[in-house]
């Protein structure tokens, strides 16, 4: 029986996450039909704008992504502190921007007619931002809005009805930082995983892919959380590693997914020994991220993994 989400989720533990969603028909319908010949490629394309959106009006930062053919790959950062400190006024203009919303909280943001509210009714509007504000800052609430959305445009394009998803969305817990770094890479090589592209700069929708081609204006991509810039030491960063380390760790795993035997540099060697992951054992995490681990990822457990395997062998 699957376990509750509220038991996978605690943000008292880790506030990142990695998820991920599969379609039910998976041979066409966010890629190709082969029967057929057609094309479903663009849908692609909604998914990527549909999660962007989103991270602009939740409280939660998008990692890294990757939409391929018949999957989502998506690792998150839960921000709650930003959002416990929105007024109501901020809660019910994001929440506007994904649902209707109510007479009274309508009311409510227009000043005119605010000072013509009870105070039973203010109240009733503040209870409501309350609400708002907890679905603002909730993986399911935001995975609902992302899913739902596709399945809707999709079902309406096949004139169909039906699920387009699988049940419910894969989600795992990142308990440290190589946990991340080693989803975030994982994520970002999925394309070249899966023989799409041979190189990070020409993976199509993913993180990687938007954060390159950001870095030669010399800036990072805004609909995704920043790392650490060496000329900006004092600039505020959600991720706990420096962008150019991160973007040598991805091209040097690139290289070793495509076989190429290169001892990575000092600079993507950094985030490793932070946590003193040595070589091997990173490979090791990044190629199982999910082959591995159910519903929680850590440096730790993949050490007895690692060593347990060891034995049997």
């Known amino acids: 029986m699957p376990r509750p989400r509220k038991s996978l989720i605690s943000l008292s533990e880790t506030p990142y996450y990695h998820c991920v969603s599969r379609c039910v028909r998976r041979a066409f319908l966010c890629g190709k039909d082969k029967l057929t010949g057609q094309s479903y ?23 890294a992504y990757a939409v391929m053919s018949n999957h989502t790959h998506v690792v998150l950062h839960v921000d709650k502190d930003t959002a ?14 994904l649902h209707k919303g109510t007479v009274l909280t309508h009311r409510y943001l227009n000043a005119e007619q605010r000072s013509a509210l009870t105070m039973i009714e203010i109240k009733t509007v503040e209870s409501a931002a309350e609400v708002y504000r907890n679905r603002l800052y909730d993986i399911s609430w935001f995975m609902r809005l992302l899913n739902e959305s596709i399945s809707r445009r999709a079902n309406k394009e096949d004139k169909c009805t039906g699920r387009f998803w699988e049940g419910r969305f894969k989600s795992q817990a990142l308990m440290d930082e190589t946990a991340l770094a080693a989803c975030m890479v994982y994520v970002d090589l999925n394309p070249m995983r899966a023989g799409i592209a041979k190189t990070p700069e020409r993976s199509p929708h993913t993180s990687i892919k938007k954060r390159l081609r950001a870095i030669k204006n010399n800036k990072q991509p805004r609909q995704l959380s920043s790392l650490i810039i060496y000329q900006r030491k004092t600039t505020r960063a959600v991720l706990p590693f420096h962008l150019h380390d991160y973007i040598q760790l991805v091209k040097q795993s690139g290289l070793q997914l495509n076989g190429v035997k290169q001892r990575p540099g000092s600079g993507s060697l950094s985030i490793l ?12 995490l990044v190629k199982n991220i999910e082959a ?11 050490y007895k993994k690692i060593e347990r395997r060891q034995r049997v062998g």
């Open 41 to 63: 490629e663009h849908r692609r394309q909604w998914v990527e704008d549909r999660l962007l959106f989103l991270g602009s009006i939740f409280s939660i930062n998008i990692c």
């Open 84 to 97: 416990v400190h929105w007024s109501t006024e901020q809660v019910l203009h994001r929440w506007h921007r």
């Open 273 to 284: 020994q932070k946590s003193q992951c040595n070589l091997i054992d990173w490979q090791w």
């Open 292 to 302: 591995e681990f159910t519903t929680q990822i850590s440096l730790q457990a993949a």
